[in-house]
């Protein structure tokens, strides 16, 4: 199966040729060259109708899935756009999408670490272990021991508050 390129297997070369570099068009331009910059620099303006907007064409790009979470930031844009500006719109959409993808982030840690912890009921989940504070001779409680007391209080993992 052969695979379509972008150029249909044209070479691709830029149309700007050896006149978009200044150091070309200082060595020296003939009369001809002079008439086709011109006209290729006329041709780089854009009308006032100019990006055009066609919604059908980006129906077309992008899935239905994309489309579908798109919408909330998508209205919000074209609420804005009046107020704001285009460029402007835009950027409040873009952050907008960015910060909420981060507290969303941010919230399904903090929701995993707290009901899914590691006690003596699961496998999985997060253990945390917590160090004892350093302690170095000269200190008031210098030989410092382990709060735990008794054998069974290694690796309890929780059980003794257990309610059953």
């Not at 402007?88 to 982030?105: C, L, S």
């Given at each position: ?17 050896r ?64 107020i704001?500006?285009h460029s ?18 941010i ?31 000269g ?26």
């Open positions: 199966m052969v695979e379509a390129s972008e150029t249909s297997g044209v070479k691709p070369f830029p149309i700007g040729g006149m978009v570099r200044e150091r070309e068009r200082c060595i020296g331009m003939t009369d001809e060259e002079r008439a086709w910059r011109k006209k290729y620099l006329k041709d780089q303006i854009l009308s006032e109708h100019e990006p055009r907007y066609v919604p059908e064409y980006w129906k077309e790009r992008t899935n239905v899935i994309r489309r579908i979470y798109k919408t909330p930031l998508d209205m919000m844009h074209k609420a804005l756009t009046p704001l500006g402007r719109a835009y950027t409040v959409r873009f952050f907008t999408g960015k910060f909420a993808m981060i507290f969303a982030g919230y399904a840690g903090w929701y995993y670490l707290k009901y899914n912890s590691n006690d003596w009921t699961r496998k999985g989940g997060w253990r945390v272990h917590e160090s004892r504070t350093i302690s170095l001779p200190d008031s409680d210098f030989p410092r021991l382990s709060q735990r007391t008794k054998p069974s209080d290694y690796a309890n993992r929780g059980f003794d508050n257990s309610p059953i």
